[in-house]
């Protein structure tokens, strides 16, 4: 197979736009790690994702939308929770697990009930996305078992021969996957600490140990109450103190996890 290498001009994105219309796959950048993406309501597109990386099927991959009120595509459950996240870390490196509507194809999910769901904070990612008139389904643009790429060229020596097409973009900034919280649940629970920042409010101080699994368990069996989770953005609301870098400031939220 031919990998036609594309650049972030407007016909390039174009041309990988048709290629997603058209079933194929398409490495892109991302500001965590490259993704490899497919329509991802199209089974036949989302099995070469599979194929191509040497993937097993049982693996849920995540959806990526290029605006938030897109989260419809795929669920139906919109809790005052998940807006309050959506709000405070779209775009950027949270992906949300989420009551999956009938419409996305289980392949896409892993057979799973729920889906992965979030909007990726990359201008080329974002037009790719909105142009293509679809979710796109997207892990990680490599082969499995080898390190995820944060550098078209690290795509190239994994996947050139294997996709349709790789859009050059920049280094991606942050350089490691996403977070992953489930709000599926009753309580959330952290899947897979990433590039958003995790802390934890607890009723009394814990081990690092105990912090550890808190994480993994949603913290509630640790003692803790909630979950803080935190993310430095570039702009000018909320400015830091001088000693931190100008122009950077922090949003952060609380999920209670303790509700009755």
């Known amino acids: 197979m031919e990998t036609k290498i594309l650049t972030g001009t407007q016909q390039d994105i174009g041309e990988a736009v048709a290629i997603i219309q058209r079933g194929g796959l398409v490495a892109f950048p991302t500001e965590t790690v490259y993704g490899l993406g497919a329509d991802a309501f199209n089974e036949e597109a989302v099995q070469k994702v599979f194929q191509a990386k040497g993937r097993p099927g049982d693996n849920p991959l995540i959806v990526h939308i290029s605006r938030p009120s897109e989260i419809g595509q795929v ?3 919109l809790s005052p929770d998940l807006v309050a996240l959506i709000d405070q870390f779209w775009p950027g490196p949270l992906t949300l ?3 999956k509507k009938k419409e996305v194809p289980l392949i896409t999910t892993g057979g799973l009930d729920t889906v992965a769901v979030r909007m990726p904070d990359n201008p080329i990612a974002l037009e790719l996305i909105a142009r293509s008139g679809t979710a796109i389904a997207a892990p990680s643009a490599n082969l499995s078992g080898r390190p995820s790429p944060t550098k078209a ?3 190239r020596e994994d996947l050139e021969g294997r996709i349709d097409g790789i859009l050059l973009g920049e280094d991606c900034r942050v350089g490691i996957e996403s977070t992953v919280l489930d709000m599926s649940g009753e309580h959330p629970r952290i899947l897979r600490p990433g590039g958003l920042l995790v802390v934890s409010a607890c009723s009394a101080a814990i081990d690092l140990d105990s912090f550890t699994r ?3 368990l949603g913290a509630r069996d640790a003692g803790c109450q909630a979950l803080v989770l935190e993310r430095w953005f570039q702009g000018a609301d909320h400015p830091v103190p001088s000693a931190f870098s100008e122009g950077l400031y922090l949003k952060s939220l609380i ?6």
């Open 97 to 99: 697990i989420v009551k």
């Open 153 to 155: 060229q690290h795509v």
């Open 255 to 260: 999920l209670r996890i303790d509700k009755i």
């Open 75 to 77: 669920t139906s459950r």
């Open 214 to 216: 808190a994480l993994a």
